[in-house]
């Protein structure tokens, strides 16, 4: 943790950060950082930075999804009776997860890295505001710092819904003996805070940059922080922002969400750009787990691929079977044997499935060529998507008694999916809506249908209270175990701050 305080001091030579022109970094030379920023362009640059670690291996790039869908019972890993994939992924879906895991190290470390780097913009307001109004109208300036806020947050949320208490940053001017842990409560205040500033702050969708934090990001993920504490009156009046905003509608086809032609799409509320460069795949592997500005793509396909992929990700039965018969979300989420791929070119059969019966299309870059596998993808995470945005407010809806708008919510979604409508006599008889408790049923089914594979079931389950549902979970797994590597390094954490059970 120490070592990673200091990172943004010396990273504005980091360059590519990002898919489009508009978040790409280039060498901006020697900069003070006493003066820091003189000008717009060493504030945009140093924003550009902050976004980088959201594409590295412990994060986005590779391991994030990884445990998620792991952890959800959303993938297993048997394949003809054997564990895929190495022992610390196998850690997840076994629940065996211990301080010297690597992955969660790497997930720890880049999300403070983003904290890190959002910080030392922060610190810097008062050079920003002091840059003549000329060059940068305070719109702008505030547009910038609600950039880093947004950053800020959403890494924090990452580390305080896995880890409970933490190390608390806000300034990059710490001692560096690093912090002890403080209470989940101060970092969520934060999180809130800094989520409503950049609300208030950000562009529009419309009017921003491609791949950039917006308004609708700020406040949906507001909604999705104020939803998980329980706090329904509030995660209403955030989703309601988004959705009152009218700049989102979900896409026609479902499968838009999940390729490269349609990223950023009119559903897309926050993505992480991804990008393959071009050249040997894996000479962009980031194998440290540290971004280093050319590590621009996913692992994701070949994880999860079948078809020429690893099958560290197949599908789970349990996942399979909650889909209603005729879904074509099914389709466009799995392939079966007798699907074509590479743009109808390849026909799947049974040498490309695992022990299940289908294998992963979402994500899979073999839907426009010949395998999964052979390097890195370059489709970006949907981090956020309307559809959730919907889902979430179903919920909420549900929550405070206006049980039609739920239903309403709920319907929006699968009337995309060209599925019956809830209060329908076709869907009464399996998910009657009646009352509360009938819907949040509904809710239950209807999100892990349209969000399978997307890293949304394993902290679903945990806030509803029903990790019953998950295999080989321990009470004491609602936590991660705090990373080893901190412990040793920092000098205000010991074993006895370990999270019970590790």
């Given at each position: 943790?120490?070592?990673?305080?200091?990172?943004?001091?010396?990273?504005?030579?980091?360059?590519?950060?990002?898919?489009?022109?508009?978040?790409?970094?280039?060498?901006?030379?020697?900069?003070?950082?006493?003066?820091?920023?003189?000008n717009e362009a060493e504030l945009k640059g140093?924003?550009?930075?902050?976004?980088?670690?959201?594409?590295?291996?412990?994060?986005?790039?590779?391991?994030?999804?990884?445990?998620?869908?792991?952890?959800?019972?959303?993938?297993?890993?048997?394949?003809?009776?054997?564990?895929?994939?190495?022992?610390?992924?196998?850690?997840?879906?076994?629940?065996?997860?211990t301080p010297t895991n690597n992955d969660i190290?790497?997930?720890?470390?880049?999300?403070?890295?983003?904290?890190?780097?959002?910080?030392?913009?922060?610190?810097?307001?008062?050079?920003?505001?002091?840059?003549?109004?000329?060059?940068?109208?305070?719109?702008?300036?505030?547009?910038?710092?609600?950039?880093?806020?947004?950053?800020?947050?959403?890494?924090?949320?990452?580390?305080?819904?896995?880890?409970?208490?933490?190390?608390?940053?806000?300034?990059?001017?710490?001692?560096?003996?690093?912090?002890?842990?403080?209470?989940?409560?101060?970092?969520?205040?934060?999180?809130?805070?800094?989520?409503?500033?950049?609300?208030?702050?950000?562009?529009?969708?419309?009017?921003?940059?491609?791949?950039?934090?917006?308004?609708?990001?700020?406040?949906?993920?507001?909604?999705?922080?104020?939803?998980?504490?329980?706090?329904?009156?509030?995660?209403?009046?955030?989703?309601?922002?988004?959705?009152?905003?009218?700049?989102?509608?979900?896409?026609?086809?479902?499968?838009?969400?999940?390729?490269?032609?349609?990223?950023?799409?009119?559903?897309?509320?926050?993505?992480?750009?991804?990008?393959?460069?071009?050249?040997?795949?894996?000479?962009?592997?980031?194998?440290?787990?540290?971004?280093?500005?050319?590590?621009?793509?996913?692992?994701?396909?070949?994880?999860?691929?079948?078809?020429?992929?690893?099958?560290?990700?197949?599908?789970?039965?349990?996942?399979?079977?909650?889909?209603?018969?005729?879904?074509?979300?099914?389709?466009?989420?799995?392939?079966?044997?007798?699907?074509?791929?590479?743009?109808?070119?390849?026909?799947?059969?049974?040498?490309?499935?695992?022990?299940?019966?289908?294998?992963?299309?979402?994500?899979?870059?073999?839907?426009?060529?010949?395998?999964?596998?052979?390097?890195?993808?370059?489709?970006?995470?949907?981090?956020?998507?309307?559809?959730?945005?919907?889902?979430?407010?179903?919920?909420?809806?549900?929550?405070?008694?206006?049980?039609?708008?739920?239903?309403?919510?709920?319907?929006?979604?699968?009337?995309?999916?060209?599925?019956?409508?809830?209060?329908?006599?076709?869907?009464?008889?399996?998910?009657?809506?009646?009352?509360?408790?009938?819907?949040?049923?509904?809710?239950?089914?209807?999100?892990?249908?349209?969000?399978?594979?997307?890293?949304?079931?394993?902290?679903?389950?945990?806030?509803?209270?029903?990790?019953?549902?998950?295999?080989?979970?321990?009470?004491?797994?609602?936590?991660?175990?705090?990373?080893?590597?901190?412990?040793?390094?920092?000098?205000?954490?010991?074993?006895?701050?370990?999270?019970?059970?590790?």
């Amino acid at each position: 943790m120490k070592k990673i305080i200091l990172i943004l001091i010396v990273s504005f030579f980091i360059f590519n950060s990002c898919k489009t022109d508009d978040l790409e970094l280039r060498d901006t030379g020697a900069i003070s950082t006493a003066t820091f920023p003189v000008n717009e362009a060493e504030l945009k640059g140093a924003v550009n930075a902050a976004y980088s670690p959201l594409q590295s291996q412990g994060l986005y790039g590779r391991y994030l999804p990884f445990m998620y869908d792991y952890m959800g019972n959303d993938c297993e890993v048997l394949l003809a009776g054997t564990y895929r994939g190495t022992p610390d992924l196998q850690d997840f879906i076994k629940f065996t997860m211990t301080p010297t895991n690597n992955d969660i190290y790497l997930y720890w470390k880049n999300a403070y890295n983003g904290i890190s780097r959002a910080n030392f913009i922060l610190d810097k307001q008062d050079n920003i505001n002091a840059i003549s109004t000329a060059e940068m109208p305070d719109a702008l300036k505030n547009k910038y710092i609600g950039e880093a806020k947004f950053l800020r947050a959403l890494n924090y949320f990452l580390l305080v819904e896995r880890f409970g208490d933490i190390p608390f940053y806000t300034t990059t001017n710490v001692s560096p003996n690093g912090l002890p842990k403080s209470p989940k409560e101060d970092v969520y205040q934060l999180i809130i805070a800094d989520l409503n500033f950049a609300g208030e702050n950000l562009n529009l969708k419309s009017a921003a940059e491609v791949g950039r934090a917006t308004s609708g990001a700020a406040y949906a993920l507001l909604g999705k922080v104020h939803l998980y504490r329980g706090e329904h009156a509030l995660a209403k009046i955030a989703l309601d922002k988004v959705i009152n905003s009218m700049e989102y509608v979900l896409t026609a086809d479902y499968f838009d969400n999940f390729k490269v032609e349609t990223e950023n799409n009119s559903e897309s509320v926050f993505e992480v750009q991804f990008t393959y460069p071009g050249g040997s795949a894996w000479a962009y592997a980031d194998w440290g787990g540290q971004d280093n500005g050319d590590s621009e793509s996913s692992f994701r396909s070949f994880e999860y691929g079948g078809i020429g992929g690893w099958h560290n990700n197949d599908p789970s039965q349990d996942l399979l079977d909650e889909f209603e018969t005729g879904d074509p979300r099914y389709s466009a989420s799995f392939y079966s044997v007798g699907d074509t791929y590479n743009n109808g070119s390849g026909v799947v059969d049974a040498s490309h499935m695992g022990e299940t019966t289908a294998i992963w299309k979402k994500y899979e870059l073999s839907y426009k060529g010949g395998t999964d596998g052979g390097g890195l993808s370059d489709i970006n995470h949907r981090v956020i998507r309307y559809a959730d945005v919907l889902l979430m407010a179903a919920e909420v809806e549900n929550e405070l008694g206006n049980r039609s708008t739920a239903i309403d919510y709920l319907n929006e979604v699968r009337d995309r999916a060209t599925m019956p409508n809830y209060d329908t006599a076709a869907m009464n008889a399996t998910f009657p809506v009646s009352n509360m408790a009938e819907v949040f049923t509904a809710v239950v089914h209807e999100r892990r249908i349209e969000l399978a594979g997307e890293q949304s079931r394993f902290p679903d389950l945990l806030r509803w209270n029903m990790t019953n549902l998950i295999n080989d979970f321990n009470a004491h797994n609602n936590l991660l175990p705090i990373p080893q590597t901190e412990i040793d390094t920092n000098l205000n954490i010991s074993t006895a701050d370990q999270n019970s059970g590790y």
